[in-house]
């Protein structure tokens, strides 16, 4: 399955969340290699699990030179101040979900749909929009 998002998209200071990653038998991607390639961090779930699955999406920066896979970091590092999060507006970053279930985003995005309603923010986009016809 081709990607669903494109790299060239992206502005500085742009923040990407993934919640696939291909691995050796799914060859699904969101994130196009340019997506990766103009991350200046990447964080993930689970570093262990980028190389027992084979997620060469993630993979792919540092097997093309652009970052050192010490550069790609686990979130729990991140959220309990081990590694640094974004250091600088400017700083695109990538969190790719590469495991688990993505319960996190739900309870997420239901805080931020709840406090843009009550604020009048946003637009209201048909939900056939984010509806696949196909499974992967």
Not at 60 to 66: D, F, K, L, Q, S
Request: with cysteine.
């Amino acid at each position: 399955m081709d990607p669903c998002f494109e790299g060239a998209w992206l502005e500085p200071g742009s923040h990407v969340t993934a919640i696939t990653s291909p691995d050796g038998t799914a060859t699904r991607r969101e994130l196009d290699d340019a997506t990766f390639d103009k991350a200046d961090r990447i964080v993930v779930l689970s570093r262990e699990q980028v190389h027992h699955d084979k997620q060469y999406d993630i993979l792919g920066p540092v097997e093309r030179g652009r970052m050192a896979w010490d550069d790609i970091h686990e979130l729990g590092d991140v959220l309990a101040g081990a590694q640094p999060g974004r250091t600088r507006d400017g700083e695109t970053t990538i969190f790719a979900n590469n495991t688990g279930m993505g319960l996190q985003f739900a309870a997420v995005c239901a805080r931020a749909l709840a406090l843009a309603e009550e604020r009048g923010l946003g637009h209201e986009v048909p939900t056939d929009w984010f509806l696949e016809e196909t499974s992967p």
